[in-house]
């Protein structure tokens, strides 16, 4: 049976506005990362960028956004394509099984992107 | 003549669903196309079957896939539905056949009743009637008008998917008509139950709802205004 235990905040409201700005902020990032490589980077000017705090910050905020976007909209794609009402019984584990492999693949991202800019 | 093709199925003795085919003289007219299934039953097969009820767009009863768009058979012309000479007629799309063109709607009906669609107002009845303004009656038009024919819910995927837990577009236009009503006391217990990740929130705004309404109505705006008055709530 399908239920919300594994979504990500438990509640559709808050499911919903925290896609729409996790959406924002991942769009910002990844705008400022084009313009800063369209516009000619080199490895030293790189590491300088992200040496800042502001961009420590800047980043850590993209990588939250970006793990809480990933588990919503996968949630919501395999609890549409992969319940028992499509699949029979076996939708009941295969579900599960990769909502809890989806969760540990961006829990890993977020700790390496972690260490990456902070370590 | 034109080439007709209907879907046929009896669960009780067919293994597989088929379309039969039919070929039907319009004489050249641009005729319903509720016509043309009772020219089938009346002149080629009595045992075609679908539900008709005031063949004037009021009751609701007739709502099929024409051509591959959802719709009421009784006010479709078949010159918006017929494409090169051809007219396929399916069930709406998403729920249990019970007979050729017949659906169980008993998982629209279920949603619909979750919803709660009746006023809920505990203050002591007025001695006629309870008043609105004309602004606040206002706000009812574009919701009242909805005959549950269900065209908007059996072609909204999310409502495929989880039919037991999306309310889906005929359900929460309704349930945003009492939302929006000024006699309604019961608003801030209607949100609380509409709050969760499906009831509301598996509507990813795709508006098939409002492309195949035969009552020209907007589901996926009563949808929008009933997520501000969450977020309002939650605010």
Same mark, same amino acid.
């Given at each position: 049976?399908?239920?919300?235990?594994?979504?990500?905040?438990?509640?559709?409201?808050?499911?919903?506005?925290?896609?729409?700005?996790?959406?924002?902020?991942?769009?910002?990032?990844?705008?400022?990362?084009?313009?800063?490589?369209?516009?000619?980077?080199?490895?030293?000017?790189?590491?300088?960028?992200?040496?800042?705090?502001?961009m420590k910050v800047f980043t850590l905020l993209a990588i939250g956004a970006y793990v809480s976007h990933a588990w919503i909209g996968l949630w919501t794609v395999f609890t549409d394509y992969l319940t028992e009402y499509m699949l029979g019984s076996i939708g009941n584990v295969v579900r599960p099984v990769l909502q809890i492999a989806v969760v540990l693949a961006l829990v890993v991202y977020a700790i390496w992107v972690i260490q990456v800019i902070w370590g | 003549m034109l080439q007709v093709s209907v879907y046929r199925f009896n669960p009780e003795t067919d293994a597989a669903p088929q379309m039969q085919e039919y070929q039907v003289e319009t004489g050249g007219k641009d005729l319903m196309v509720l016509d043309v299934l009772e020219m089938i039953k009346a002149e080629h097969d009595a045992s075609v079957t679908y539900r008709r009820s005031c063949r004037e767009g009021v009751c609701g009863s007739d709502g099929l896939n024409i051509n591959g768009k959802n719709g009421l058979a009784c006010i479709t012309p078949l010159s918006d539905a017929v494409?090169?000479?051809?007219?396929?007629?399916?069930?709406?799309p998403g729920l249990p056949v019970?007979?050729?063109?017949?659906?169980?709607?008993?998982?629209?009906?279920?949603?619909?009743?979750?919803?709660?669609?009746?006023?809920?107002?505990?203050?002591?009845?007025?001695?006629?009637?309870?008043?609105?303004?004309?602004?606040?009656?206002?706000?009812?038009?574009?919701?009242?008008? @909805?005959?549950?024919?269900? @065209?908007?819910?059996?072609?909204?995927?999310?409502?495929?998917w989880?039919?037991?837990?999306?309310?889906?577009?005929?359900?929460?236009?309704?349930?945003?008509?009492?939302?929006?009503?000024?006699?309604?006391?019961?608003?801030?217990?209607?949100?609380?139950?509409?709050?969760d990740p499906f009831s509301v929130f598996r509507c990813h705004?795709?508006?098939?709802?409002?492309?195949?309404?035969?009552k020209g109505l907007n589901p996926t705006r009563a949808i929008g205004h009933i997520r501000t008055m969450l977020l309002n709530r939650a605010a």
């Open positions: 049976m399908v239920t919300q235990v594994t979504s990500f905040s438990r509640n559709g409201l808050s499911d919903w506005l925290i896609q729409r700005v996790s959406s924002l902020i991942l769009l910002a990032y990844f705008l400022f990362i084009g313009v800063q490589i369209a516009t000619g980077i080199d490895y030293t000017s790189w590491r300088a960028l992200h040496d800042t705090t502001a | 494409k090169k000479n051809k007219l396929v007629l399916r069930p709406l019970v007979r050729d063109l017949v659906v169980d709607m008993s998982l629209f009906y279920a949603q619909y009743e979750k919803i709660e669609p009746y006023l809920q107002n505990n203050s002591p009845a007025p001695a006629i009637e309870r008043l609105q303004t004309p602004e606040d009656r206002a706000k009812l038009d574009g919701l009242y008008e @909805c005959i549950l024919c269900a @065209c908007c819910s059996t072609s909204c995927p999310s409502f495929w989880n039919p037991d837990r999306f309310v889906g577009p005929a359900g929460l236009l309704q349930a945003y008509r009492f939302l929006a009503d000024s006699r309604d006391q019961a608003t801030d217990e209607r949100l609380a139950k509409l709050d705004g795709i508006q098939n709802c409002v492309n195949v309404c035969p």
